[in-house]
């Protein structure tokens, strides 16, 4: 399993005027269309990121790493913007699958290999054992298992509980956990092992799982993996 750590907390991370821009594929496990997505692209493209949306046409939670094999449809919804969705169009695309097209779509749309997928924002913590079979962070892992332009690609999964509700559209709540990965994600950028070219923003082959808390974070804490009991 290569998922890193899960990440707690918000609102340490001060944005410098330093970092670069990067080139993005967004996707999630909710549907293209969903606020937590919707939040990401608009936070991360106001931060000045090049980002490329591809989401499963509807919801696929659930679904792991598990990735299609056969035909895809994807439409352009909107600028930069697009769902995927099984040949016929009425199903959506397995997570996994979505973000994949998204890495490609960037490849095509910027001539050079992504330098991040992120997954999210998913509705819902995907903590303990749930972690296994999330489709958001099922997403992340198969991109961090992937090799575009001779280097792994870094992959982040962030979810949180109850702040970007599928029913609510884009809260003050959701953006304030999108801004905390624009946060983390200039954070990354400003490591000088990053600056000095001598590592990714993510260790190679690893995906990071974040996990922003429903009240307001006391700060940030790298976490073990957790267990939960069995039911029934």
């Known amino acids: 399993m290569n998922l890193k750590s899960i990440i707690l907390g918000a609102g340490l991370f001060a944005a410098s005027a330093s970092s670069s821009a990067l080139n993005i594929a967004l996707t999630n496990d909710d549907g293209w269309s969903t606020p937590g997505i ?46 995927v969705a099984l040949e016929g169009g009425t199903e959506g695309a397995e997570p996994a699958t979505a973000g994949t097209i998204g890495l490609k779509l960037v490849e095509q749309w910027t001539g ?16 303990a054992a749930a972690t296994y079979t999330s489709g958001t962070v099922g997403a992340a892992l198969h991109a961090a298992g992937l090799v575009m332009g001779g280097e792994s690609i870094p992959a982040i999964a962030i979810s949180t509980d109850d702040r970007c509700a599928e029913d609510e559209g884009i809260t003050v709540e959701c953006l304030e956990v999108a801004n905390f990965l624009v946060d983390y994600i200039d954070h990354l950028e400003q490591r000088p092992a990053y600056r000095n070219g001598k590592s990714g923003l993510v260790p190679e082959g690893k995906a990071l799982n974040i996990n922003f808390p429903p009240v307001e974070p006391k700060g940030v804490r790298i976490a073990n993996q957790g267990k939960l009991p069995l039911l029934g």
């Open 112 to 127: 050079q290999a992504p330098d991040l997928l992120v997954s999210g924002i998913n509705d819902g913590a995907n903590l």
């Open 38 to 83: 919707q939040a990401l692209y608009e936070a991360l493209t106001d931060a000045g990121h090049t980002v490329i949306l591809a989401g499963p046409l509807d919801g696929q939670s659930g679904s792991g790493t598990a990735f299609n094999i056969g035909g895809l449809e994807i439409t352009r919804q909107a600028e930069r913007q697009y769902s």
